[in-house]
Nanobody
Framework: QVPPVESGGGLVQPGGSLTLSCTVS????????MSWYRQFPGKEREMVAGIRIEGEPNYAEPVKGRFAISRDNFKKSLYLEMNSLKPEDTAVYYC?????????WGQGTQVTVSD
């Protein structure tokens, strides 16, 4: 399998917004639920947001009401709109399949929220 390619991270001030993108290839994207994960330094990756095949989203408590996940099956792409960002959102963000990890981890995209 080919790792996903994440992009869209960067440095943003508290309260700001970013939209992350993830593109997969050589994978039947439309047949699987997908999720965004993040990893803090020295910690395990944790699920941030997931989206089912039919589009139903779910979110981790810390990001509910601030983040929105979406998908474009034609483009084999996953998105994460992040609003009202907080310093504690600073992490490397990754995408992968939902629940059961079927893809190798990509490089991720760094999100830094700081003044």
């Amino acid at each position: 399998q080919v790792p996903p390619v994440e992009s869209g991270g960067g440095l943003v001030q508290p309260g700001g917004s970013l939209t992350l993108s993830c593109t997969v290839s050589e994978f039947d994207f439309a047949r699987y639920g997908m999720s965004w994960y993040r990893q803090f330094p020295g910690k395990e990756r944790e699920m941030v947001a997931g989206i089912r095949i039919e589009g139903e989203p779910n979110y981790a408590e810390p990001v509910k009401g601030r983040f929105a996940i979406s998908r474009d099956n034609f483009k084999k792409s996953l998105y994460l709109e992040m609003n009202s960002l907080k310093p504690e959102d600073t992490a490397v963000y990754y995408c992968n399949t939902r629940n059961v990890l079927l893809l190798p981890w990509g490089q991720g995209t760094q999100v830094t929220v700081s003044d």
